[in-house]
């Protein structure tokens, strides 16, 4: 794909700062219907507040009459387990529960893409790092917006009509053995059927791969022939 984050991300960013409150970070995730917040310090990101970060505050409030007898306040027996034996995230998880303001909230090591980077990197990074967002900075670390897997998914509305201009764009610039072949392709819902005849088994991946590289191509249907078959080995002779 050729798409970049700045064709799918998201510009227009609510941010808060590190002396925002936890009751201004909730209310603001519900009133703009956002999963995360960026912190930013002097335009550059610093941390990331997400849904997630909050909810440890939940986790660690008493249940149904718990902690109304008895001296006062007691940690859920559950979650002080997951703290005490160190299960993953246990730790920061009780830090932010008892967190008030973003300083303590965010994680600071926050995953960003550049804004330059495609569609793929983008996807990638989510996939690695396990994460549903991520801050789109420039090269000095400047917060310009923020792309989310639903962002990601962009690219594959577009129309068939425009599919296929760029795969026909996309096959004009092929090598100059596709001249000799008979290549015809149709487009149904994102995905391309490509059939005919070329010269070679070897070409068929190399027109493939330009058609998958399209924006917006789900799924390529190949049907392609070829009048030589280059891939298979010649066979060896039996020397007793």
Request: charged content about 25%; hydrophobic content about 40%; overall charge negative.
């Amino acid at each position: 794909m050729t798409a970049t984050v700045r064709d799918v991300m998201t510009t227009d960013v609510v941010t808060i700062s590190r002396d925002t409150t936890f009751k201004e970070i909730a209310n603001c995730i519900i009133a703009k219907n956002v999963a995360a917040l960026p912190v930013v310090d002097g335009g550059r990101v610093v941390g990331l507040v997400t849904e997630t970060d909050l909810v440890h505050k939940a986790e660690f409030q008493p249940e149904g009459d718990q902690g109304q007898f008895g001296g006062g306040y007691r940690e859920p027996l559950r979650a002080w387990l997951r703290h005490a034996l160190g299960a993953a995230g246990g730790g920061s998880s009780r830090d932010k529960a008892l967190a008030e303001k973003a300083d303590r909230l965010m994680s600071p090591n926050v995953v960003t893409v550049r804004h330059d980077a495609t569609v793929v990197t983008a996807a990638r990074l989510m996939d690695r790092h396990d994460v549903k967002q991520l801050p789109v900075v420039d090269e000095h670390q400047h917060l310009l917006g923020i792309v989310t897997r639903r962002d990601l998914l962009r690219v594959f509305v577009r129309s068939d009509e425009d599919i296929a201009r760029d795969v026909g764009a996309a096959l004009s610039r092929a090598p100059g053995w596709l001249e000799a072949g008979d290549i015809h392709f149709t487009v149904a819902d994102g995905m391309v059927t490509v059939e005919g005849r070329v010269e070679q088994h070897s070409h068929c991946s190399v027109l493939l791969q330009l058609i998958h590289a399209v924006d917006g191509v789900v799924g390529v249907h190949d049907k392609l022939t070829w009048k030589i078959d280059d891939l298979v080995r010649p066979r060896t002779p039996y020397l007793p």
